[in-house]
Structures are given as structure tokens and as C-alpha cells.
């Protein structure tokens, strides 16, 4: 995944316009600075492997989770 090209900025364009937003040169810097700054720890949570967590069933929201064996 790594070889591939960075092309969030075609992508980040064509989404906008495919919803009527019109973005000058100046947003889309600004997007496309903020996706380099955020985009490589989001592609690490995306690609986190979840599969090893149990699932907690109606959790009690006022205490913190119960301990879990490693």
C-alpha cells in the first residue's frame, strides 16, 4: 500500500464537486495540508486489526471497562 501514489487530492476534489461544493485553491491546500498531517494515523487505525477485542454487550456507560486478560 505504501508504493501507492498519495492521491487524496483528486479524491478529496471529485467528492466535494460530486456534492455541488465548489473549493478555490486555497481550501484545497488547506485540505490537502490537514490530510497530510491526519492521513497516516487514520490509514493505521483503518488497517488496526480489531478481531482479538471482545465485543462488550450493553455496557455500563458509568464505569470504566472491566479488566481483560492480555
Known sequence: MDDAPDR???FIAAGLA???IVAD???LAVIGGVHEVFGPAIRLLVEFDTGPVTIEREPDLSQSPPEQDA
Request: proline residues 0%.
Open 25 to 27: 485553491e486555497t481550501e
Open 8 to 10: 487524496g487530492g483528486e
Open 18 to 20: 460530486s456534492l455541488g
